[in-house]
């Protein structure tokens, strides 16, 4: 998925959550609210109900309880009991522009609203109405009507205003989030440019313009270092080649004048294994120059790959045949165990020949007393990754599992926490990066006393 929807996806989930949580943080801030106003002080329904169980007599002769008296008295208002005729009969704090006398119409005028301005609220008492008046305009007093219909559908309608106000957000959200993302696509396809080491040149202005500018700072400096590292590696490179060939000239002039004065009838014995012994030492630093040149190649990605369709059990049985021909010791028991006659690979036959013959020659050159050694052919187990296997294990002291990572790093890399102790260290990293140019992987099994196993793995042949 597109970073970039991702990021819209994201942001609509959050805008929506963030307004549900406002919504609902309104509402319990707004009920608390009111409940708070309501429940602070008693409600003049509540004090006129107080009142009038509070208030004994008949016949002009009442009296009212000190606690609701003082009831009045907190919240400042007046009290007043009507007979049937409408005269007032007991009255408490009454002002004096209240009128002592109603008829019907005042009556009902009044019970519902106001009486001159003064909020009142009334209660039926066995003697007649009485009236509890609050002081001007402390409280507004509203009727509310409504249809019965229309509150039969009051649920129904809050549901649709709540899906559109849903719609909205999301629109909103959406609208906002295009927008903002039109800004960041470039962003985003340009650090994933610069992660391909692709050259990157944004345009630098918008709200992100500081961004756009350390972008492209950045991309310049990736390309100059890249520029410059290319040119340092292909000089490397060249001088490796460069003096590898000067080194095969005066080597084969060795080897050649070594064979000879081997062969020599008319020289001691002696004199016949030194010249041996100058013959096995050349050929060794001829196998460690092809080798440097080789890696070298490898690692700069400058080796010409002669690719063709590489079928894996042909090739291991041309590495053990050869090893076996080559006059491999008795002590060397060497085995081809072929799990998949059909695994083919796309890959250079050379390489491969160099790079499982590597891994034969590493064993023996491990192991002095003599091992077994087997190359097998098969397939990955793992269905996830179906790559073709050719792997070389032998049953020798091994290597603890800690410093496996260590055999595939160069003999001089900084990495490396211990010299190499056997060999010139080229022949399995040689053997890693082979596997890499071919998309693949070497793979090192082993432990202390369980011997090694090497694997690589390469993708099949589509």
Known sequence: ???????????????????????????????????????????????VQEISSALQGSDGEYSLDPKAAALLQQNRAWAMLLDADGKVTWSEQLPP???RAYNIVEVAKFSRYY?????????????????????????????LEYLTDWLRS???????????????????????????????????NSIHALAKDKPVNLETAGIFSDLSESINSASATLQTRNTQLKSRDEA????????????????????????????QDNLTREQRQQAAIIRRQGEQLRSLVSDLNLVSMLEYDMQPLQLKPVRLSALARTVVSDTINNGLEERYSLDLCIMDERLQVMGDEKLLYRAVSNLVQNSIRHNPDGR???????????????????SVSDDGPGVPSELLPELILLPYSGKRTRPVRQGHGLGLPMVARIAEAHKGKLVLESNTGHGLRATLQIPPLA
Not at 120 to 131: A, D
Request: glycine letters at 4%; proline letters at 7%; charged letters at 20%.
């Open 1 to 47: 998925m597109d970073s970039a929807v991702r990021i819209l996806r994201k942001f609509v989930g959050s805008t929506l959550l963030v307004s549900t949580l406002l919504l609902l943080f309104n509402l319990i801030l707004l009920g608390s609210l009111i409940f708070k106003e309501t429940h602070q002080e008693a409600s003049p329904e509540k004090v």
């Open 97 to 99: 522009e209240i009128p």
């Open 115 to 143: 009486l001159l301005e003064y909020p009142v609220y009334i209660w039926e008492h066995p003697e007649g109405l009485l009236v509890v008046g609050y002081p001007k305009y402390s409280y507004e007093k509203y009727q």
């Open 154 to 188: 009051l649920p129904l309608r809050v549901l649709l205003l709540l899906v559109c106000n849903v719609v909205l957000a999301v629109a909103l959200s959406l609208f906002i989030g295009t927008r903002l993302i039109r800004r960041i696509r470039p962003l985003i």
């Open 236 to 263: 490397r490179s060249n001088w490796i080649a460069g003096i590898s060939h000067d080194i095969r000239t005066p080597l084969s002039m060795i080897l050649g004048y070594a064979s000879n004065l081997e062969e």
């Open 372 to 390: 077994r050694i087997t190359v097998t052919v098969s397939r990955s187990p793992n269905p996830k990754e179906p790559e073709c296997c050719l």
